[in-house]
């Protein structure tokens, strides 16, 4: 059985998972911020597509009040990274799906509209957990 979804609508998928400055090893980094989804979505739409708060909330599927709160934590966050020399790390929330007739097991980023069939058998049997991937 799928687990129920929260209305939130996300439809970016961030190409690079980390970002650190050129150069230094990740152990001698000073610190690390990490954006969640949410407050990546909110700065693409708001920021690089310029929408109003009240449309980045209607695209999402939450109010503004929540538009703002991501926007300034998102800003708090990038804004430390860049000042401080932090690295910038996306969670990324991933399904795991696991097929009770084959035994595949494969995942994809938190969907909107889940799976609802294995991948390699066209089962219906398969179940799903939520995995917030370390990278
Ligand atoms: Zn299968």
């Known amino acids: 059985m799928p687990r129920p979804r929260s209305s939130r609508i996300i439809k970016c998928d961030p190409v690079h998972p980390y970002f650190k400055p050129r150069g230094i090893p990740l152990k001698d980094l000073a610190g690390e911020v990490?954006?969640?989804?949410?407050?990546?979505?909110?700065?693409?739409?708001y920021n690089m597509e310029g929408l109003s708060q009240t449309k980045v909330g209607e695209n999402m599927g939450i109010s503004q009040t929540s538009v703002s709160r991501h926007l300034s934590e998102a800003h708090k966050k990038l804004a430390t990274a860049l000042v401080l020399g932090f690295a910038i790390r996306i969670k990324h929330p991933v399904d795991i799906y696991h097929c009770e007739s084959c035994g595949h097991t494969w995942k994809y980023l938190e969907q909107v509209t889940p799976e609802s069939s294995c991948e390699k058998c066209n089962s219906e049997k398969i179940h799903t957990h939520l995995h917030t991937s370390k990278n």
Not at 34 to 45: M, N, P, Q
């Open 34 to 45: 990490e954006l969640t989804l949410e407050e990546l979505e909110t700065i693409r739409l």
